[in-house]
């Protein structure tokens, strides 16, 4: 079992950045790989990022490369998404969740711990 606790959301200006945590208890990040999505009001949650267990290989989805970085700190059990240059459609909330490497990185059904998400606002 896994809990999930997301924070570092907020109001920003576009242009801004704000670095978003997921801190997990219970099995460490050596065991899972992780990833982020997000979720608008009225639309589905979607792919942002991913990471290997152990903090390798991060894959982003086309909108986000660029400007968000994945990273991970297996001493303090947590992955991080620092994002830059914020525009108000990544306005979402944002959640982080343990994969189970059945499916493709960025398919939701791939995903089955999720914490309880973290609200991002880009608006001037």
């Known amino acids: 079992q896994v809990q999930l606790v997301e924070s570092g959301g907020g109001l920003v200006q576009p242009g801004g950045s704000l670095r978003l945590s997921c801190a997990a208890s219970?099995?460490?990040?050596?065991?899972?790989?992780m990833g982020w999505f997000r979720q608008a009001p009225g639309k589905e949650r979607e792919f942002v990022a991913a990471i290997k267990r152990g903090g390798s290989s991060p894959y982003y989805a086309d909108f986000v490369k660029g400007r968000f970085i994945i990273s991970s700190d297996n001493a303090k059990n947590t992955v991080y998404l620092q994002m830059n240059s914020l525009k108000p459609e990544d306005t979402a909330v944002y959640y982080c969740?343990?994969?189970?490497?059945?499916?493709?990185?960025?398919?939701?059904?791939?995903?089955?711990?999720w914490g309880q998400g973290t609200q991002v606002t880009v608006s001037s």
């Open positions: 969740g343990t994969r189970k490497n059945l499916f493709g990185v960025a398919e939701l059904r791939d995903y089955d711990y």
């Open positions: 219970g099995r460490t990040f050596d065991t899972y790989d």
